[in-house]
Structure formats: C-alpha cells, structure tokens
C-alpha cells in the first residue's frame, strides 16, 4: 500500500504547469470511435488512472492504441466486438460514454455498469431517456446495460435535470443519426465544449455547446483528427486553493482563466490577490483568510469537484463559513478526516459549517473518493507537523504528479510504499 507523506506548514512559491482534463479526456478518448475512417490524435492527455484504464478498455474493443507522453493516437476501424465487460469498465464512472459513441456507429453496445467514486447517487435514466428518445431499445440485465437500435432519428430532447454525463452521451449518440436533434436544459460545463468541438474536428455538426441547448445535425460518418484537450479546471483550482493556502505567490500555467472565474472570484472574496493573464493565473496569499459562504452549481457556478478542497481553507478562514452541497449529497465524507485534524465544522445533510481555528495537525488520514484525496493533501500542507494520506487509488484518478508538481513548489511531500 502507498502512502503519501507531508512535512505540513512550508510556504510553496513559484509555477506549475496544468494538465489536461480529466473530465474531458475520459470523453473525448471513447468518443474517437465515431471516426469510421482515419486515425484520431489526441494531444494534451493527462497521465492519469482513468485514461489508463479507458485505454485499456478501447484495446479490448479491439482499436489500435500508439501512446508518445502526452499525445495518443486511436485507430477504431477494427473494432472485434460491441461488449465492454472487462474490469476496467466497473471501475470508472465514464465507461458509460461507450453507450453513446458505439451506438451511434455500429447501433448496438452492451457496457457492464460503471462504477467510480462514492460521492452519491448518480442514475442513469436522463442517458436512457435520450438513447430511448432516437429510437434505440435500452435493456438492463445480469449487470449490464444494452442498447440496440435499427436506426437513430433525430428528435427534441428536453432533460429533466441538468447532467453533464447525458448530455455528452446523447449529444455523441445523436452526430449520426438521421435528421436534427435538439437537446434543451443540457450542462454548459467547459468539457461538454471539448468533446463537442472535438466531435466537430471529426466532422460533426453540432451547434450551442456550451448554453443551454445544443443543436446537432446528423452526418454519415466521421473521420480521424487532430486535436488537443483543454486545461483541466478542477486541477488548475486545486492548485489555486493550495496557493492560497500556504503560497506567498505562485504562477498556475496552462489554464482557461474563464473557466476558473467562480473559484477565482470566491478567493478574492477571502481576501486571496489574484492576477490573470491570458493562459496563467498568479495566486498570492499572505495567509489572512476571511470566512465566506459556497454554494455548488452547475457550470458556470462554483465547481462542486472544488468544494472538497476548498472546505479545506474554509477550516483556518476567520469566522464562520457555510457550504451548501447542492449537487451529491454524500460529499461531505472527508470532514471527518478534517476534524482528527483539528478542524471544526458540523454537517446536517447538504449544509456544513466551518468555525475557523488557528491551524490544523497533521494526522494519519485517508482519502474517501478523488476530490477527498486532493483536500486531505491541502490539509497536509497547510497542517503543523506530518500527515499521512492513505487511499491513493483514488487521487491517482485525477492528478497526475501532484506529489513532483507540488515538491518542485517547494512542499516537503512525498510517496512511501507501506507493508
């Protein structure tokens, strides 16, 4: 079992550079098996758990993997089968993206379900309701879903609730269907953008990503492309949090500014100075944080894959903070880890309160789910004395060299393998 190990309270300085989005990455990678013709080139990947396990995945499928650092190149013109059953596909919430891009170029596909990170209920129906909605036949049985389709017709699809997941795999179950989709009341988050400007890079035609309804007019095929995945968001936040939290003054390279505005704008209002430029934001802190209220939100609200971390600062700011969990209701799990470490903060259902204190304690600690890995390493920085974080499978889904890219900021951080 590994363990990371941080030597708590080191100021960080200087600049990091933002991988490639997860969120988008596990997307786009499924998604390159539209491309009946031609290779896809994937630029900007990260070197994370998810997109090896998707990878692993794609060749049982039987497409054609090259991988050079950062750039993977996908050739699915032999695809041997049209069940994903292997082990890697319980592992990962996106193993669901199959559905849309498999139906949409051969019309069947049968996906064990998925699993991932235990931060809530997390259904399904919203992608059924619109696999249902182009005419596919949806079945689920002995653990498995299975669509089938004679033919996909183009149709108005009105989402119930907001779901970042459907509307990306209805939106790649509809680029090759006869006619003129419309989705209405779909996420705007900046990945569903990515995969949907890389759906067109392949020849697609969709319009309106990004607002509130997306307009998709069917081709007869796609073919491979070129293209490069944009920063990822919610790490480039990690690090803003973590500059806040123990920076005098860092340089986060390789962002989208925009896309960070919600978690730049609520450090302002902690009292964090930050400055943008047009593909890097400077954090600087000088460690005095007021006490500030969160709500989570769809895009463009404030991230819900950030409040994990950011309660974390919430736990020195002075005075009274609240958060207000909007979007899964069992991703307060880590505050109990914050408490062994001095923190003080009570939970009634989507609702937790910070008192702030002078300072946390390093403690022995464990990471519940991904976005918890990342706020218990927050807290190692930010704590007096040494913290020991277990449960690195599920940091090692989303960031990639947390532990080089934070030691090259000067943090006293490091990985150990315990019998």
Same mark, same amino acid.
């Given at each position: 079992?590994?363990?990371?190990?941080?030597?708590?309270?080191?100021?960080?300085?200087?600049?990091?550079?933002?991988?490639?989005?997860?969120?988008?990455?596990?997307?786009?990678?499924?998604?390159?098996?539209?491309?009946?013709?031609?290779?896809?080139?994937?630029?900007?990947?990260?070197?994370?758990?998810?997109?090896?396990?998707?990878?692993?995945?794609? %060749?049982?499928?039987?497409?054609?993997?090259?991988?050079?650092?950062?750039?993977?190149?996908?050739? *699915?013109?032999?695809?041997?089968?049209?069940?994903?059953?292997?082990?890697?596909?319980?592992?990962?919430?996106?193993?669901?993206?199959?559905?849309?891009?498999?139906?949409?170029?051969?019309? %069947?596909?049968?996906?064990?379900?998925?699993?991932?990170?235990?931060?809530?209920?997390?259904?399904?129906?919203?992608?059924?309701?619109?696999?249902?909605?182009?005419?596919?036949?949806?079945?689920?049985?002995?653990?498995?879903?299975?669509?089938?389709?004679?033919?996909?017709?183009?149709?108005? =699809?009105?989402?119930?609730? =907001?779901?970042?997941?459907?509307? =990306?795999?209805?939106? #790649?179950?509809?680029?090759?269907?006869?006619?003129?989709?419309?989705?209405?009341?779909?996420?705007?988050?900046?990945?569903?953008?990515?995969?949907?400007?890389?759906?067109?890079? #392949?020849?697609?035609?969709?319009?309106?990503?990004?607002?509130?309804?997306?307009?998709?007019?069917?081709?007869?095929?796609?073919?491979?492309?070129?293209?490069?995945?944009?920063?990822?968001?919610?790490?480039?936040?990690?690090?803003?949090?973590?500059?806040?939290?123990?920076?005098? %003054?860092?340089?986060?390279?390789?962002?989208?500014?925009?896309?960070?505005?919600?978690?730049?704008?609520?450090?302002?209002?902690?009292?964090?100075?930050?400055?943008?430029?047009?593909?890097?934001?400077?954090?600087?802190?000088?460690?005095?944080?007021?006490?500030?209220?969160?709500?989570?939100?769809?895009?463009?609200?404030?991230?819900?894959?950030?409040?994990?971390? #950011?309660?974390?600062?919430?736990?020195?700011?002075?005075?009274?903070?609240?958060?207000?969990?909007?979007?899964?209701?069992?991703?307060?799990?880590?505050?109990?880890?914050?408490?062994?470490?001095?923190?003080?903060?009570?939970?009634?259902?989507?609702?937790?309160?910070?008192?702030?204190?002078?300072?946390?304690?390093?403690?022995?600690?464990?990471? *519940?789910?991904?976005?918890?890995?990342?706020?218990?390493?927050?807290?190692?920085?930010?704590?007096?004395?040494?913290?020991?974080?277990?449960?690195?499978?599920?940091?090692?889904?989303?960031?990639?060299?947390?532990?080089?890219?934070?030691?090259?900021?000067?943090?006293?951080?490091?990985?150990?393998?315990?019998?």
């Amino acid at each position: 079992m590994n363990k990371i190990v941080i030597q708590g309270g080191k100021r960080i300085n200087g600049e990091v550079d933002i991988s490639g989005a997860k969120n988008a990455a596990v997307a786009i990678l499924p998604a390159a098996i539209l491309a009946s013709e031609g290779k896809c080139c994937i630029e900007n990947v990260p070197n994370i758990k998810d997109v090896n396990c998707m990878l692993k995945i794609l %060749e049982s499928l039987g497409c054609e993997i090259e991988r050079n650092e950062s750039t993977i190149i996908i050739d *699915s013109t032999n695809i041997k089968t049209f069940y994903a059953n292997i082990e890697e596909v319980r592992k990962m919430r996106a193993s669901y993206y199959l559905l849309g891009s498999m139906l949409s170029r051969f019309k %069947e596909c049968s996906v064990d379900l998925p699993g991932g990170c235990a931060i809530g209920v997390r259904p399904i129906d919203q992608h059924i309701k619109g696999f249902e909605a182009l005419g596919t036949e949806v079945e689920i049985s002995h653990g498995s879903l299975k669509v089938k389709a004679d033919k996909l017709q183009g149709t108005n =699809i009105f989402f119930d609730v =907001i779901s970042v997941g459907a509307t =990306i795999n209805v939106m #790649m179950s509809a680029v090759l269907a006869e006619g003129t989709t419309i989705l209405e009341n779909v996420a705007k988050e900046p990945h569903i953008v990515d995969v949907a400007n890389f759906l067109n890079a #392949m020849g697609a035609d969709i319009k309106g990503a990004g607002t509130d309804v997306i307009r998709i007019k069917g081709v007869e095929k796609l073919h491979g492309c070129t293209y490069s995945v944009i920063p990822d968001q919610i790490e480039a936040g990690t690090f803003m949090i973590a500059a806040a939290a123990c920076g005098d %003054e860092v340089r986060i390279k390789n962002v989208i500014p925009k896309h960070l505005e919600s978690i730049s704008a609520k450090l302002i209002e902690m009292g964090v100075e930050i400055i943008e430029d047009d593909d890097s934001v400077i954090v600087k802190s000088n460690n005095n944080l007021k006490a500030v209220n969160v709500k989570t939100l769809p895009y463009p609200g404030f991230p819900t894959d950030i409040q994990q971390p #950011m309660s974390v600062l919430l736990t020195v700011a002075e005075g009274r903070s609240i958060v207000n969990e909007s979007i899964w209701e069992s991703r307060f799990r880590h505050l109990d880890e914050l408490e062994k470490m001095g923190a003080k903060v009570k939970v009634e259902g989507r609702i937790a309160v910070f008192d702030g204190v002078n300072k946390l304690t390093g403690a022995e600690v464990e990471a *519940s789910d991904l976005r918890a890995g990342a706020a218990m390493v927050i807290a190692g920085l930010m704590a007096e004395g040494t913290t020991r974080i277990s449960g690195l499978e599920h940091l090692d889904r989303g960031y990639p060299d947390i532990e080089k890219k934070l030691s090259a900021l000067g943090a006293q951080i490091k990985r150990i393998n315990v019998e």
